[in-house]
């Protein structure tokens, strides 16, 4: 059983920076793949990015990819997604998840992560 708790949303200009933290309970954080969605109204959950348990290997969406970096620090049960260049479009909930008794792969669905956050707004305004 895990609960995740994100942090660190809030509102910024269009091309500043925000990063997202996840607080994750338990002893077996490091045994989990870990990632980031996000969802704005009337739109699916999309995927923003992923990262295996050591943090060896990670994906991204093209969306976010050399704007965004996934990262995590096991010792402390600690998620993070730093978000630089921030655009109007990227204004969403955050949500992180995670995904335990898996292997590594790339692009898992939603549905794929059994544990959720409760999420947390990001806005970039023009």
């Known amino acids: 059983q895990v609960q995740l708790v994100e942090s660190g949303g809030g509102l910024v200009q269009a091309g500043g920076s925000l990063r997202l933290s996840c607080a994750a309970s338990g002893r077996t954080f490091s045994t989990y793949i870990m990632g980031w969605f996000r969802q704005t109204p009337g739109k699916e959950r999309e995927f923003v990015a992923a990262?295996?348990?050591?943090?060896?290997?990670?994906d991204y969406a093209d969306s976010v990819k050399g704007r965004f970096t996934i990262s995590r620090d096991n010792a402390k049960n600690t998620l993070y997604l730093q978000m630089n260049s921030l655009k109007p479009e990227d204004a969403a909930v955050y949500y992180c998840v995670a995904r335990g008794g898996s292997t590594w792969s790339t692009r898992l669905e939603s549905y794929e992560y059994r544990y959720w956050g409760q999420g947390t707004q990001v806005t970039a305004s023009s």
């Open positions: 990262i295996s348990q050591y943090g060896s290997n990670t």
